[in-house]
């Protein structure tokens, strides 16, 4: 089961780049923002993960702070451990997609049709990287895994600045910060909508974000389609119908 939020619909149904190929007016009335009551991953599987990290990030001289410009976190990239990578793929197909595809169906339409473009372990610390700055993501949809309790932390959450309760037309927008309570839970929305990461008061919090799109096209048909359906073209033999960049990279 999942809680429902919508953001301002002047907001939400701004073109962007990021998700030029979502049309976020056939999501009206289910919500665009959602946070699961209930957890999706196993909480002992989520301790593990924060295991596998650590061990890595001692191992290899610590975490990252480097990796992205317009809001960097303290974080180490999925990809980097390959037991942690071999447990999320498989979570990833079984559980996360279909997850996904299921909060926003008019957008998404298959579980395999979405693909990751980057997936990252990230340490908020009272001590530390505390929190996160308002930024929009470069990305059609994010969602973020907890992989510890909110019990072992204070503060923290993803703060947006203006939702209400979904189908709730007399409730106000309000900023509103958003946290899955339990290892497992998630918190999904659109990469567009700005958000960020509220202060961890006391203890860490341990997350992985995701930035997803949907790896789909306006025909309709399977992706590749229109280049399958063209005529090979020999380049070596400097064929006009290729431009010269096309053809310098076919030699």
Not at 198 to 207: N, Q, S
Request: glycine share 8%; charged share 20%; proline share 8%.
């Amino acid at each position: 089961a999942f809680d429902a939020f919508e953001p301002l619909p002047s907001v939400l149904q701004i073109w962007d780049q990021a998700d030029r190929a979502l049309d976020w007016s056939q999501a009206g009335g289910r919500g665009a923002v959602f946070r699961s009551r209930e957890p999706l991953l196993a909480p002992e599987e989520c301790a593990e993960a924060i295991r596998l990290v650590e061990a890595h990030a001692e191992r290899t001289g610590g975490w990252s702070t480097a990796r992205h410009v317009q809001a960097p976190t303290t974080d180490v990239p999925v990809s980097a451990v390959p037991e942690l990578r071999e447990w999320f793929d498989d979570k990833l197909e079984k559980t996360l997609f279909p997850m996904l595809a299921a909060r926003y169906p008019s957008l998404v339409p298959a579980a395999t049709d979405l693909r990751v473009m980057d997936a990252f372990v990230v340490r908020y610390d009272a001590d530390a990287q505390a929190s996160l700055p308002i930024h929009q993501d470069e990305n059609c949809l994010s969602f973020t895994i907890a992989l510890n309790d909110a019990s072992a932390y204070e503060g923290g959450g993803t703060c947006f600045e203006s939702l209400r309760p979904a189908g709730d037309v007399t409730a106000p927008f309000l900023p509103t910060t958003l946290n899955a309570q339990t290892a497992g839970g998630v918190v999904a929305f659109p990469g567009k909508l700005r958000h960020g990461g509220a202060p961890v008061t006391r203890g860490r919090r341990y997350i992985i974000p995701l930035f997803i799109y949907v790896d789909s096209n306006a025909s309709g048909r399977k992706p590749g389609y229109l280049r399958h359906a063209l005529p090979v073209v020999d380049a070596t033999a400097g064929a006009t119908a290729l431009s010269r960049y096309a053809a310098s990279v076919a030699r």
